[in-house]
């Protein structure tokens, strides 16, 4: 496929590709269509005859545009359309533009525009308005292609939306039982029967951790639902991640998390605690599922403060798995989105994590070196001035 030069009309189609297959059964008329539009930067395909443009269309159907001829042996462009009209939904939205050179133009033009063709072509034509007249139609296929694709993802998102409601409801339920129960269960037990283990006393404060973050998820997402503003306040990055560090380390294992929290030196910045938690433990799910495709037996999963610039800081969730499919920054997530579909990914994870962190006025990232190369998933948020302490008006009521 030859390039389209740097002054280009061309519509960019994320959908498909830029070919245009020609019909004509003499090879100079062929010749002559494919050197113009491979100049403006399209792939050309060229058949001569009816039969052989249905057969390319069966075996791929990638194709921008069709610019075929009238008058042909054996089988016309109007057969061509009439074919196509009975084919499928991919092959029948493809444009068609008719060219002819034959007498009678006044019928074929309606008989053609009848059968679906999009324009229309006497020859001789200038060489420049044939190419324009092509650029009209790819561009006009293109953005009907992309609105409609659009319009799809919308009707897939409000579907997911209501579930995503219904289902939350129901989870909200679940939670607050899971709660009471953790916390009977926490309650029943002494030091000594939990025993001295470190694992045992770690199992049993995650299990309380990790039932009342989700009992506060659920009401959150309620308020996401809902477009609720968030509590947005000055926050240590060290302390809650600390507190996500010593929830995720047992579902980690056997990989490693290594994160240092030094308490010395606080980096403070405004967001909301339990979207900031949910993003962060997003990253370190993500990292260990990396880590398990690419069969790493152990792993590490480094999680670093770092400076950027003088009003932000970034979280970095670096792992050691698969990586990306090439060396790569990512920065826009969109939904049902994913580089894990064989895994059952749905593609909102990242996401909802991009929603949560545009909403604290942040923003995520994914950049890796390329396959088996690891990834880092980036969390950047505004700094924050640390809080003053709440005011001791003790020995103002002891002097009473």
Known sequence: MIAAPSNSNLVADDLGCNRILLVDDVQDNLDLMAALMEAEGYETIGVSSVDCALAELDKDGQFNLILSDISMPEKTGFDLLRAMSTSGEKTRSIPVLLITAVMHEDENRITGLSLGAVDYIVRPIANQELVIRVKHAINSFVAFKNLRASLESSESLAMSGRMLAAANHEISNLAALILVSAEQVISSFTPSSVGQSEAGQQALKGLTSSSRLLAQICRNMNDFIGQSS???????????????????????????????????????????????????????????????????????????????????????????????????????????????????????????????????????????????????????????????????????????
């Open 230 to 400: 968030l509590r947005l306040r000055p926050l240590s990055l060290n302390n809650v991640i600390g507190d996500v560090v010593d929830l995720m380390r047992l579902t980690a294992r056997p990989h490693r998390i290594d994160f240092h929290a030094d308490l010395k030196e606080l980096h403070w910045v405004t967001c909301d605690e339990i979207r900031l938690k949910q993003v962060l433990i997003n990253f370190i799910l993500n990292a260990v599922d990396a880590m398990n495709e690419c069969g790493k037996e152990y792993g590490t999963i480094a999680i670093r403060i770092t400076e950027d610039g003088p009003t932000n800081w970034t979280v970095r969730v670096v792992d050691t798995g698969i990586g990306l499919i090439k060396k790569m920054e990512r920065t826009e997530f969109l939904p049902f989105s994913t580089t894990k579909s064989m895994r059952g990914g749905k593609g909102l994870g990242l996401w909802l994590c991009a929603q949560f962190a545009t909403s604290m006025n942040g923003s995520i990232s994914l950049e890796s070196d390329g396959p088996s190369a690891g990834a880092s998933a980036n969390l950047n948020l505004r700094r924050a001035e640390k809080p003053l302490p709440p005011m001791d008006i003790s020995s103002y009521l002891d002097g009473r």
